[in-house]
């Protein structure tokens, strides 16, 4: 029998990929900061861990364009970013949200990155790597993501 790994700090560290299902969208974590404000991380899981993955040009995109896009729809977003493993992203909200409000916020977001006519700021004074985009493939990610949905909430395989 396998012994249980240690506990990390890491959040994403201490679940097991091995019995997700993605898609998703799981509230991953949440701090209470000084002064009574609460942060909120999600973990929004585009390809299935160890199995399949987002190619990097696909993930720059998706990370300009749905961060840009995002935050016409709220302004309790702190960030989005992407995780290593090119899986999927991270979402940071200020404060507590129920899981629908959350998951109608990344619908609304995929859906204009699904139509979107250019990935925001891809350009060598705004990017860091702005050769490294793909605007099809940011939206061919987005609406896979979109017609999964009726997957997004259920986590564990």
């Known amino acids: 029998m ?46 299935q861990p160890n199995v399949e993955h987002l190619e990097m040009p696909v ?29 999927g992203f991270y979402l940071l909200l200020v404060g507590e949200h129920e899981l629908t409000e959350v998951t109608d916020l990344v619908a609304r977001a995929l859906e204009d990155v699904a139509t979107a006519e250019e990935v925001p700021a891809a350009n060598d004074v705004q990017c860091g790597w702005a050769a490294s985009h793909t605007l099809a493939g940011a939206q061919d990610a987005a609406r896979t993501m979109l017609e999964r949905r009726p997957e997004w909430g259920q986590v564990q395989a």
């Open 59 to 87: 993930v720059h995109s998706l990370e300009h364009t749905f961060a840009e896009h995002v935050r016409n729809h709220s302004d309790d977003v702190v960030d989005f970013s992407p995780m290593g493993c090119q899986t």
């Open 2 to 47: 396998e012994a249980p790994p240690v506990k990390m700090n890491v959040e994403s560290f201490n679940l097991d990929h091995r019995s997700v299902q993605a898609p998703y969208v799981r509230l991953a974590d949440t701090k209470a900061l000084p002064g009574g404000a609460v942060l909120s991380k999600y973990d929004i899981r585009f390809c």
